[in-house]
Antibody
Framework: EVQLVETGGGLIQPGGSLRLSCAAS????????MNWVRQAPGKGLEWVSV???????SYADSVKGRFTISRDNSKNTVYLQMNSLRAEDTAVYYC?????????????WGQGTMVTVSS | SYELTHPSSVSVSPGQTANITCSGD??????AFWYQQKPGQSPVLVIYQDTKRPSGIPERFSGSNSGNTATLTISGTQAMDEADYYC?????????FGGGTKLTVL
């Protein structure tokens, strides 16, 4: 079964750091573009970051310089290292696979992990 | 930056047709994607490349995209279709999501 499982969320103080993990099963993350998308409470979807199959990366302006996306091919897992966290980073963070054959649709989503930034 | 605009809410009676629109500059020149999100759940892709349905998505879901507007149509709407719906497009390799439409099945 094709599946994504995110872990690592929690309550963190402003300025703190957190690392999210996204473990994939049923497909190989290194062959796909893998994204993080977040959703603040009661708000819409916001794209955060992508790691491409060639390991290059891209970030939303709102997180550039603070967040780092990476991939461990041996564990078939994608990570999001989040530093200098702010209250506005509070959100559910979803990992999503980008399907190139479908025009780059986000075809598989994880269940999400909640990050709360608060003192 | 590129923007996609939804109506904030749409209401429909069970068994009727719901049309949810998404507007953006020359959106018809791009692919539109639609995601369904029920409360407390992850988004689910229901339409890709304007008109295509992933396996497992009921035939009552269809899409179109022309000019500046993409439309998600749900024919014979059921109570289980009550959810938030988001359109998405790519603009110069940037992901853009619409703000979402809450579909209420009265």
């Amino acid at each position: 079964e094709v599946q994504l499982v995110e872990t690592g969320g929690g309550l963190i103080q402003p300025g703190g750091s957190l690392r999210l993990s996204c473990a994939a099963s049923g497909f190989t993350v290194s062959n796909n573009y893998m994204n993080w998308v977040r959703q603040a409470p009661g708000k819409g979807l916001e794209w955060v970051s992508v790691v491409y199959s060639d390991s290059s990366t891209s970030y939303a302006d709102s997180v550039k310089g603070r967040f780092t996306i990476s991939r461990d091919n041996s564990k078939n897992t994608v990570y999001l290292q989040m530093n200098s966290l702010r209250a506005e980073d509070t959100a559910v963070y979803y990992c999503a696979r980008e399907e190139a054959l479908w025009g780059r649709a986000f075809d598989i989503w994880g269940q999400g992990t909640m990050v709360t930034v608060s003192s | 930056s590129y923007e996609l605009t939804h109506p904030s809410s749409v209401s429909v009676s069970p068994g009727q047709t719901a049309n949810i629109t998404c507007s953006g500059d020359k959106l018809g020149n791009k692919y539109a994607f639609w995601y369904q999100q029920k409360p407390g759940q992850s988004p689910v892709l229901v339409i890709y490349q304007d008109t295509k349905r992933p396996s497992g998505i009921p035939e009552r879901f269809s899409g179109s995209n022309s000019g500046n507007t993409a439309t998600l149509t749900i024919s014979g709407t059921q109570a289980m279709d009550e959810a938030d719906y988001y359109c998405q497009a790519w603009d110069s390799s940037h992901v853009v999501f619409g703000g979402g439409t809450k579909l209420t099945v009265l």
